[in-house]
């Protein structure tokens, strides 16, 4: 019986994610969800998180919720990505006054977010891989990290010089190696 509930509970853990639905999005449409991750995920949440809209899980008051929205219902009403993309960049125009998919943007909590729809976020609102900040400061820290590892080979090497060896006498004058020679044989 035991061994029974446990195949049943396994098989019910490894089929719910194949119905699983976005947290973020209303949609059940799995070619829609995948749209909405992907625009989502193109798209910065301008609530001051620094991540990318799908990636926003503030709750409450967060400007995440109506950008969200909008992208369900544009997505419904038949908008392409590069619509719905180039929209939240450039502004969506006078329709975001009136159109059902700002209807959470007009709301008296979000309000301010209109004149952002009908005129655009700019090119901010993109997130990081749409963008040349992740190239630029990687080649930053590999040259800092570059100049740092030729720094420290330039600062041993000049020490290895300083240092003077006494194997076979070298880095000493002729003076000092017959001084040193005739204190050892003293001492033996």
């Not at 609530?47 to 909008?70: S, V, Y």
Request: with cysteine; glycine share 6%.
């Amino acid at each position: 019986m035991t061994r029974c509930a446990v195949s049943i509970a396994l098989a019910y853990f490894l089929v719910l994610p194949l119905f699983a639905q976005s947290a973020h999005s209303r949609l059940k449409d799995p070619t829609l969800l995948k749209r909405f991750d992907a625009i989502s995920h193109k798209i910065m949440c301008t609530c001051g998180c620094n991540m990318p809209l799908r990636n926003c899980n503030h709750t409450g008051h967060c400007n995440a919720w109506p950008a969200r929205d909008a992208i369900d219902k544009l997505l419904l009403a038949g908008y392409t990505d590069t619509q719905i993309i180039d929209g939240f960049k450039n502004g969506f125009g006078k329709i975001a006054e009136t159109d059902a998919a700002f209807t959470l943007a007009r709301t008296q909590d979000y309000n301010y977010m209109v004149p952002k729809f009908e005129n655009g976020f700019g090119s901010q609102i993109l997130s990081i891989p749409e963008s040349n900040y992740l190239a630029v400061f990687s080649i930053l820290g590999f040259l800092l990290s570059a100049g740092v590892v030729v720094l420290f080979i330039r600062h041993r090497r000049k020490n290895q010089k300083a240092e003077p060896s006494l194997e076979g006498g070298e880095g000493l004058d002729a003076r000092k190696r017959d001084e040193l020679l005739k204190q050892i044989s003293r001492d033996v």
